[in-house]
Protein backbone atom coordinates (compact mmCIF):
# COMPACT_ATOMS: atom_id res chain seq x y z
CA UNK A 1 0.00 0.00 0.00
CA UNK A 2 1.55 3.54 -0.64
CA UNK A 3 1.03 6.63 1.34
CA UNK A 4 -1.72 8.93 -0.56
CA UNK A 5 -2.68 12.31 -0.23
CA UNK A 6 -5.58 11.89 1.69
CA UNK A 7 -3.25 10.16 4.64
CA UNK A 8 -1.76 13.47 4.08
CA UNK A 9 -4.51 16.11 3.94
CA UNK A 10 -2.99 18.34 6.48
CA UNK A 11 0.38 18.66 4.74
CA UNK A 12 -1.32 20.32 1.67
CA UNK A 13 -2.57 23.41 3.85
CA UNK A 14 -1.00 26.46 3.97
CA UNK A 15 0.18 27.75 7.16
CA UNK A 16 1.18 24.10 8.96
CA UNK A 17 3.70 25.24 11.36
CA UNK A 18 5.33 21.52 11.86
CA UNK A 19 4.85 18.11 11.37
CA UNK A 20 6.64 16.30 14.61
CA UNK A 21 6.06 12.31 15.40
CA UNK A 22 9.09 10.62 13.58
CA UNK A 23 11.58 13.26 15.27
CA UNK A 24 12.20 11.18 18.38
CA UNK A 25 15.50 10.31 19.90
CA UNK A 26 16.60 6.94 19.75
CA UNK A 27 18.68 4.61 21.94
CA UNK A 28 22.39 3.92 20.68
CA UNK A 29 24.28 0.43 19.41
CA UNK A 30 23.27 -1.34 22.88
CA UNK A 31 24.08 -4.49 21.39
CA UNK A 32 27.63 -3.63 21.05
CA UNK A 33 27.94 -3.80 24.53
CA UNK A 34 27.45 -7.35 24.83
CA UNK A 35 27.91 -8.98 22.14
CA UNK A 36 31.03 -9.55 19.62
CA UNK A 37 30.56 -8.66 15.77
CA UNK A 38 31.97 -10.68 13.64
CA UNK A 39 31.18 -10.58 10.11
CA UNK A 40 29.48 -13.95 8.10
CA UNK A 41 29.72 -14.61 4.07
CA UNK A 42 27.57 -18.08 4.78
CA UNK A 43 23.50 -18.58 5.28
CA UNK A 44 24.47 -19.62 8.81
CA UNK A 45 26.96 -19.82 11.14
CA UNK A 46 28.25 -23.05 13.83
CA UNK A 47 30.94 -23.11 16.09
CA UNK A 48 32.38 -26.03 17.96
CA UNK A 49 33.27 -26.33 21.64
CA UNK A 50 36.66 -28.47 22.06
CA UNK A 51 37.38 -30.27 25.23
CA UNK A 52 40.63 -29.80 25.98
CA UNK A 53 43.28 -32.00 28.06
CA UNK A 54 42.85 -32.61 31.90
CA UNK A 55 45.46 -31.99 34.19
CA UNK A 56 48.81 -33.14 33.70
CA UNK A 57 49.92 -36.08 35.60
CA UNK A 58 53.06 -36.86 37.21
CA UNK A 59 55.68 -39.35 35.34
CA UNK A 60 57.14 -41.86 37.61
CA UNK A 61 60.81 -43.03 36.94
CA UNK A 62 60.32 -45.93 34.07
CA UNK A 63 56.94 -45.46 33.54
CA UNK A 64 55.28 -44.90 29.95
CA UNK A 65 54.04 -41.68 29.43
CA UNK A 66 50.33 -41.15 29.47
CA UNK A 67 48.37 -40.37 26.95
CA UNK A 68 45.08 -37.98 26.43
CA UNK A 69 42.19 -37.22 24.24
CA UNK A 70 40.60 -33.89 22.84
CA UNK A 71 37.32 -33.77 21.44
CA UNK A 72 34.54 -32.11 20.66
CA UNK A 73 31.92 -30.87 23.06
CA UNK A 74 29.42 -29.28 21.16
CA UNK A 75 28.10 -26.95 18.71
CA UNK A 76 26.09 -23.61 18.42
CA UNK A 77 24.32 -22.26 15.36
CA UNK A 78 23.35 -18.95 14.02
CA UNK A 79 20.63 -18.64 11.70
CA UNK A 80 20.92 -15.46 10.33
CA UNK A 81 17.47 -13.50 9.45
CA UNK A 82 16.33 -10.66 6.92
CA UNK A 83 14.95 -7.71 8.53
CA UNK A 84 13.43 -5.49 6.03
CA UNK A 85 10.78 -2.30 6.07
CA UNK A 86 9.50 0.36 3.56
CA UNK A 87 7.12 2.85 2.29
CA UNK A 88 5.77 4.22 -1.01
CA UNK A 89 4.59 7.44 -2.43
CA UNK A 90 1.93 7.85 -5.14
CA UNK A 91 2.75 9.49 -7.67
CA UNK A 92 0.27 12.41 -6.96
CA UNK A 93 1.50 12.84 -3.70
CA UNK A 94 5.13 13.86 -5.50
CA UNK A 95 3.38 15.81 -7.60
CA UNK A 96 1.84 18.39 -4.91
CA UNK A 97 4.95 19.04 -3.53
CA UNK A 98 5.14 16.64 -0.82
CA UNK A 99 7.99 14.31 -2.33
CA UNK A 100 11.20 16.91 -0.41
CA UNK A 101 9.71 16.88 2.85
CA UNK A 102 7.93 13.26 3.68
CA UNK A 103 10.89 11.30 1.50
CA UNK A 104 13.31 12.99 4.28
CA UNK A 105 10.98 12.48 7.10
CA UNK A 106 10.07 9.03 6.52
CA UNK A 107 13.49 7.52 5.52
CA UNK A 108 14.61 9.01 9.49
CA UNK A 109 11.39 6.86 10.21
CA UNK A 110 12.68 3.75 8.70
CA UNK A 111 16.19 4.20 10.00
CA UNK A 112 14.81 4.24 13.87
CA UNK A 113 12.05 1.45 13.25
CA UNK A 114 15.45 -0.68 11.60
CA UNK A 115 17.56 0.13 14.78
CA UNK A 116 14.51 -0.36 17.06
CA UNK A 117 14.44 -4.29 16.21
CA UNK A 118 17.86 -4.64 16.17
CA UNK A 119 18.18 -3.57 19.67
CA UNK A 120 14.51 -5.72 20.48
CA UNK A 121 16.30 -8.86 18.66
CA UNK A 122 19.85 -8.18 20.48
CA UNK A 123 18.30 -7.86 24.14
CA UNK A 124 15.90 -10.87 23.44
CA UNK A 125 19.11 -13.48 24.14
CA UNK A 126 18.74 -11.99 27.35
CA UNK A 127 15.18 -11.84 27.73
CA UNK A 128 14.94 -15.26 26.80
CA UNK A 129 18.12 -16.53 28.46
CA UNK A 130 16.18 -18.02 31.58
CA UNK A 131 13.97 -19.51 29.44
CA UNK A 132 13.85 -23.16 29.17
CA UNK A 133 12.43 -23.38 25.71
CA UNK A 134 15.53 -21.33 24.43
CA UNK A 135 18.26 -23.63 24.14
CA UNK A 136 21.92 -23.56 23.15
CA UNK A 137 24.46 -26.35 22.06
CA UNK A 138 24.98 -27.46 25.08
CA UNK A 139 21.29 -28.35 25.23
CA UNK A 140 20.19 -25.87 27.94
CA UNK A 141 19.05 -22.32 28.20
CA UNK A 142 22.16 -19.49 28.41
CA UNK A 143 21.57 -18.98 32.22
CA UNK A 144 21.34 -22.05 33.61
CA UNK A 145 23.46 -24.21 36.92
CA UNK A 146 23.68 -27.53 34.32
CA UNK A 147 26.14 -26.69 31.52
CA UNK A 148 27.66 -29.84 31.15
CA UNK A 149 31.14 -30.70 30.98
CA UNK A 150 32.75 -33.57 29.03
CA UNK A 151 34.14 -34.83 32.25
CA UNK A 152 30.70 -34.97 33.89
CA UNK A 153 30.72 -31.77 36.30
CA UNK A 154 28.59 -29.11 35.52
CA UNK A 155 28.89 -25.05 35.41
CA UNK A 156 26.54 -22.55 36.29
CA UNK A 157 26.28 -19.08 35.58
CA UNK A 158 23.22 -18.07 37.50
CA UNK A 159 22.87 -17.93 41.28
CA UNK A 160 22.01 -20.63 43.11
CA UNK A 161 19.18 -18.61 44.57
CA UNK A 162 17.56 -15.36 42.66
CA UNK A 163 18.75 -12.79 44.01
CA UNK A 164 18.19 -8.88 43.76
CA UNK A 165 21.13 -6.72 42.40
CA UNK A 166 22.91 -5.52 45.52
CA UNK A 167 26.45 -5.80 47.40
CA UNK A 168 26.09 -9.66 48.32
CA UNK A 169 24.89 -10.93 45.08
CA UNK A 170 27.36 -9.20 43.35
CA UNK A 171 30.19 -10.39 45.40
CA UNK A 172 28.71 -14.07 44.97
CA UNK A 173 28.99 -13.41 41.54
CA UNK A 174 31.94 -12.40 41.40
CA UNK A 175 33.31 -15.29 43.39
CA UNK A 176 31.35 -18.15 41.62
CA UNK A 177 32.73 -16.89 38.03
CA UNK A 178 36.02 -17.45 39.59
CA UNK A 179 35.56 -20.73 39.99
CA UNK A 180 34.26 -21.96 36.42
CA UNK A 181 36.16 -24.59 34.79
CA UNK A 182 36.90 -25.98 31.26
CA UNK A 183 35.68 -28.97 29.90
CA UNK A 184 38.29 -31.04 31.86
CA UNK A 185 37.49 -29.36 35.22
CA UNK A 186 41.03 -27.53 34.86
CA UNK A 187 40.04 -23.46 36.08
CA UNK A 188 39.42 -21.13 33.55
CA UNK A 189 40.32 -17.66 35.63
CA UNK A 190 37.69 -15.76 34.26
CA UNK A 191 36.59 -12.65 35.78
CA UNK A 192 34.10 -9.89 35.42
CA UNK A 193 33.99 -7.33 32.81
CA UNK A 194 30.82 -5.40 32.38
CA UNK A 195 27.76 -5.26 34.94
CA UNK A 196 24.58 -4.98 32.34
CA UNK A 197 21.27 -3.79 33.98
CA UNK A 198 17.90 -2.78 32.87
CA UNK A 199 17.11 1.14 33.35
CA UNK A 200 15.40 0.68 36.71
CA UNK A 201 18.62 -0.55 38.34
CA UNK A 202 21.29 2.22 36.95
CA UNK A 203 21.24 3.56 40.33
CA UNK A 204 21.63 0.84 42.32
CA UNK A 205 24.36 0.42 39.96
CA UNK A 206 26.24 3.63 40.47
CA UNK A 207 26.36 3.16 44.39
CA UNK A 208 27.23 -0.27 43.98
CA UNK A 209 30.57 0.53 41.87
CA UNK A 210 31.06 4.27 42.16
CA UNK A 211 30.90 5.08 45.93
CA UNK A 212 34.36 4.86 47.88
CA UNK A 213 32.45 3.28 51.23
CA UNK A 214 29.90 0.34 51.58
CA UNK A 215 26.54 1.15 50.54
CA UNK A 216 23.75 1.08 52.89
CA UNK A 217 25.57 0.22 56.00
CA UNK A 218 26.86 2.42 58.73
CA UNK A 219 30.29 0.69 58.97
CA UNK A 220 33.33 2.71 58.20
CA UNK A 221 34.33 -0.16 55.13
CA UNK A 222 36.09 0.55 51.71
CA UNK A 223 33.64 -0.54 48.86
CA UNK A 224 35.66 -3.98 48.33
CA UNK A 225 33.57 -4.04 44.58
CA UNK A 226 35.39 -1.19 43.77
CA UNK A 227 38.75 -0.95 45.54
CA UNK A 228 39.79 -4.83 44.23
CA UNK A 229 38.73 -3.04 40.26
CA UNK A 230 35.85 -6.17 40.21
CA UNK A 231 33.81 -4.69 37.27
CA UNK A 232 36.65 -2.80 35.56
CA UNK A 233 34.54 -1.93 32.62
CA UNK A 234 31.77 -0.14 35.17
CA UNK A 235 28.14 -0.91 33.85
CA UNK A 236 25.98 -0.28 31.39
CA UNK A 237 21.91 0.42 30.62
CA UNK A 238 20.43 -1.88 27.81
CA UNK A 239 16.69 0.38 27.68
CA UNK A 240 15.02 -3.41 25.84
CA UNK A 241 15.68 -5.49 29.18
CA UNK A 242 11.80 -6.20 29.69
CA UNK A 243 12.40 -7.43 33.26
CA UNK A 244 13.15 -4.82 35.93
CA UNK A 245 14.55 -6.95 38.26
CA UNK A 246 17.00 -8.67 36.06
CA UNK A 247 21.00 -8.22 35.81
CA UNK A 248 24.15 -9.67 34.27
CA UNK A 249 27.71 -9.38 34.09
CA UNK A 250 29.81 -9.79 31.21
CA UNK A 251 33.11 -11.65 31.41
CA UNK A 252 36.34 -12.33 29.62
CA UNK A 253 35.64 -15.69 28.80
CA UNK A 254 35.76 -15.62 24.26
CA UNK A 255 33.80 -16.78 22.03
CA UNK A 256 30.82 -16.36 24.16
CA UNK A 257 27.38 -14.07 22.76
CA UNK A 258 28.19 -13.32 19.15
CA UNK A 259 26.33 -10.62 16.21
CA UNK A 260 26.85 -11.81 13.23
CA UNK A 261 26.44 -8.99 10.45
CA UNK A 262 25.20 -11.09 7.02
CA UNK A 263 24.36 -8.26 4.65
CA UNK A 264 24.66 -4.60 6.51
CA UNK A 265 21.76 -2.04 6.43
CA UNK A 266 20.97 -0.70 3.00
CA UNK A 267 18.41 1.70 1.90
CA UNK A 268 16.93 1.88 -1.59
CA UNK A 269 14.75 3.89 -3.51
CA UNK A 270 13.08 2.61 -6.50
CA UNK A 271 10.06 4.37 -9.08
CA UNK A 272 6.93 1.89 -10.33
CA UNK A 273 6.62 2.38 -14.31
CA UNK A 274 3.30 1.45 -14.10
CA UNK A 275 1.88 3.50 -11.00
CA UNK A 276 4.66 6.41 -10.52
CA UNK A 277 5.21 5.60 -6.57
CA UNK A 278 8.18 5.91 -5.69
CA UNK A 279 9.31 3.23 -3.22
CA UNK A 280 12.05 3.26 -0.11
CA UNK A 281 12.98 0.36 1.71
CA UNK A 282 15.42 -0.51 4.74
CA UNK A 283 17.02 -4.15 4.51
CA UNK A 284 20.17 -5.79 7.10
CA UNK A 285 20.35 -9.57 7.79
CA UNK A 286 21.93 -11.11 11.08
CA UNK A 287 21.73 -13.08 14.29
CA UNK A 288 22.19 -12.81 17.60
CA UNK A 289 23.64 -15.52 19.56
CA UNK A 290 25.50 -17.59 21.99
CA UNK A 291 28.68 -19.88 21.86
CA UNK A 292 29.85 -20.26 25.35
CA UNK A 293 27.34 -19.37 28.14
CA UNK A 294 30.14 -18.27 29.97
CA UNK A 295 30.59 -15.44 28.47
CA UNK A 296 28.08 -14.15 30.70
CA UNK A 297 26.32 -14.50 34.31
CA UNK A 298 22.89 -13.82 34.87
CA UNK A 299 20.11 -13.53 37.65
CA UNK A 300 16.18 -12.77 36.95
CA UNK A 301 16.04 -11.13 40.20
CA UNK A 302 14.01 -12.51 43.08
CA UNK A 303 10.86 -11.33 42.41
Known sequence: ????????????????????????ARYGEEHKEIYEIESSERSFEEETKLSGFGAAPVKNEGSAIQY????????????????????????????DNLYDSLSARYTKGLARA??????????????NGFNAAFVGGDGVSLFSSAHTLVNGGTNSNIPSTA????????EAAVIQIA?????????????PKKLIVPPALQFVATRLLETEQRVGTTDND????????SIPQGYAINHFLTDNNSWF?????????????????TNDMSGDFD??????????RYSFGWSDPLAIYGSPGSS
Do not use: C
Not at 1 to 24: D, V, W
Not at 179 to 191: M, S, V, Y
Not at 222 to 229: D, F, L, Q, V
Open 1 to 24: MSISRSQLLKELLPGLNALFGLEF
Open 68 to 95: DNAQEAWTARYNHETIALGFSLTEEAIE
Open 114 to 127: MSYTKQVKGAAVLN
Open 163 to 170: ADLNETSL
Open 179 to 191: AWTDERGLLIAAK
Open 222 to 229: INAIKNNG
Open 249 to 265: LTTDVPNGLKHFVRAPI
Open 275 to 284: TGNVRYRSRE
